[in-house]
């Protein structure tokens, strides 16, 4: 009877006080929540690391916001060793032994969710691209659709297309020069890489240029008026692709979150030349899945004839990636979608690694000189794969992209059933098992800056390709590794490798200093270089 009449009790005083115990069951729950997290009946409990992140994923995703996440999470290692605890059920590897497993045997581990924030828009509906999806099964005919576009076949037969970009952009840096020795403004390097990135990307894959590198031809009989211009103002995708490596800044957060505070950000930081930037992407992406799908129609027997003449005009290749992606049966709204991705994807990461290239070839005129006379030293102009064994350039282009840090932060990958026991050898021989679920990853630049691997490893050193260990081979993981590696690696590095030769040929680095010392980025999945210039002059 009393403890019927205590009971009774609690739950009317309970009752009386609801607003008390609704703010304090979640307290509650996170309290106890945290507790399980550092205590050692917790999985990963015999992983080391700091007490935030093994409190709560906020810390990465606050790191991830600041642009530190990568070197914060090397400052872990170098306190901790290979295997860190960088947050609640997330762990990183800094040791290229466990980059096999993750990324490439049996089809590597795959992505986790949160990838999906990378989605695009198109008009009301939102698409996962062959980036962001994280199914295997879903991404595969995607893939499967567009895979022989990125084969070396392939771009061997294109190779004009991709020269013809390179030579413009190199009569566009030589233009910036000649208006830099005049006086003029110093020459943003990042917005011409960009410019070349675009256009190789679309005119390659989509069978029209963008015109990145063309832009402001109007003005060309004020063409003094007109160099000063294009030094000062950003290409015209650059707001968009700004805008989508911004959403590495918050893209840990679930997705009901990102959603909100995307959604919070695009209404902050709305401005006319974003806008601008979005609408004129959106348009030139429209236009060319316009003229697919009008060559696709007039390519069948039961098209018109008039059909068949605008398709025609149009000359829109049935071999381009949007008419491979229609061919295999995906929508108009979804291809548009893939095609933006590739715009965002290919411009920001060649266009950062080929600007870095470049300046540190300035930086170091004795590397720029060796790479002249290995290249002038050749009978003859060297083709297409002559270039690539040139061992002095791929020296050049291996380094710059292991410093660019086009995507330094980690690549995380979400163990599969069954777990995974990382055997280590680096530290005491310790094996770490991870049971299923938890998030691994290696981080390229924990990996690229590893002192054991890389002597001098923030240093620009070409030559240290010439004979380089297996360890660094290894170790070099600038386009992922595996089986969600680049789709676009063998494009990019072709871009690489005739834009720094061509240049090198034309002399146009002669005579440049760069403004800066360093190029310093915000370390976001895509990083951000800091003023979003890499500035050169020349006296
Ligand atoms: C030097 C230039 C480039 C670098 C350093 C680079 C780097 C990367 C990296 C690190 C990944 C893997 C990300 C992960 O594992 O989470 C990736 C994936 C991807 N990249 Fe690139 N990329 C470059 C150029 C390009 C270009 C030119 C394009 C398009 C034309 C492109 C399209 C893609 C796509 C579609 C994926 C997703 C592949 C998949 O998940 O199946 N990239 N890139």
């Not at 980059?99 to 996962?128: C, S």
């Not at 290249?375 to 040139?390: I, N, T, V």
């Not at 530290?427 to 630049?445: K, L, Q, R, W």
């Not at 923030?458 to 660094?472: G, I, Y």
């Amino acid at each position: 009877m009393a403890l019927y009449s205590v009971g009774g009790a609690l739950v009317s005083a309970l009752l009386s006080h609801a607003f008390l115990v609704t703010l304090l069951f979640p307290l509650v729950w996170l309290v106890l929540r945290s507790l399980y997290r550092i205590s050692p009946l917790h999985p990963l409990s015999h992983v080391p690391g700091p007490l935030l992140p093994r409190i709560s994923s906020l810390w990465l995703t606050y790191h991830a916001w600041i642009g530190d996440e990568a070197s914060v999470v090397e400052a872990l290692h170098r306190q901790y060793g290979p295997v860190v605890r960088n947050g609640p059920n997330s762990v990183d590897i800094s040791d290229g032994a466990a980059l096999a497993t993750i990324y490439t045997e049996r089809g590597g581990f795959v992505k986790p969710a949160f990838y999906e924030n990378f989605a695009l828009p198109d008009a009301t509906q939102v698409h996962n691209s062959i980036f962001s999806e994280v199914d295997p099964s879903i991404r595969a005919p995607r893939a499967k659709a567009v895979a022989v576009l990125f084969s070396t076949s392939n771009l061997r037969q294109s190779q004009d297309v991709i020269y013809k970009c390179v030579d413009r952009f190199v009569e566009r840096l030589a233009g910036g020069k000649k208006a830099s020795q005049q006086g003029g403004e110093p020459l943003n390097v990042l917005n011409l890489t960009r410019g070349l990135a675009v256009d190789a990307v679309t005119s390659y894959l989509f069978g029209t240029s963008y015109g990145g590198l063309n832009e402001r031809k109007s003005q060309r009989e004020h063409e003094k008026v007109a160099v000063q211009r294009e030094l000062a103002e950003p290409m015209s995708a650059t707001g968009m692709v700004d805008s989508f490596v911004a959403v590495g800044r918050f893209w840990y957060l679930p997705k009901w979150a990102f959603n909100i505070v995307e959604s919070l950000d695009a209404w902050w930081n709305a401005d006319e030349q974003l806008s601008q930037s979005l609408a004129q992407v959106d348009e030139f992406v429209a236009s060319v899945v316009r003229d697919a799908e009008e060559a696709i129609r007039a390519s069948t027997s039961t098209a018109t004839s008039d059909e068949k003449t605008t398709a025609v005009s149009s000359r829109h290749p049935l071999t381009s990636y949007p008419a491979r992606l229609l061919q295999a049966g995906f929508t108009p709204s979804e291809t548009r979608a893939q095609c933006k991705d590739l715009i965002f994807a290919g411009t920001d990461s060649t266009g950062m690694n080929l600007a870095t290239i470049l300046f540190m070839l300035v930086r170091r005129p004795e590397c720029h000189a060796r790479l002249r006379e290995e290249m002038l030293g050749l009978a003859h102009r060297p083709g297409f794969d002559e270039l690539q064994s040139l061992p002095y350039l791929r020296g050049v282009v291996k380094e710059g992209l292991r410093l660019s840090m086009a995507n330094p932060s980690r690549l995380p990958r979400v163990v599969p059933k069954g777990g995974w026991t990382f055997k280590n050898n680096m530290s005491n021989n310790t094996d770490y098992y991870f049971p299923a679920g938890t998030e691994v990853s290696c981080t390229p630049y924990s990996l690229h800056l590893n002192e054991r691997v890389f002597r001098d490893p923030r240093s620009f050193v070409p030559e240290r390709w010439l004979e380089p260990s297996d360890e660094m081979l290894r170790d070099a993981i600038p386009f992922g590794l595996g089986s969600r590696q680049c789709i676009a690696r063998n494009l990019a590095t072709v871009e690489l490798f005739c834009a720094v030769a061509r240049v090198v040929e034309a002399n146009v680095l002669h005579g440049a200093s760069t403004v800066k010392s360093s190029i310093d980025i915000l370390e976001w999945f895509n990083s951000k270089v800091v003023g979003e210039r890499i500035d050169l002059v020349w006296g």
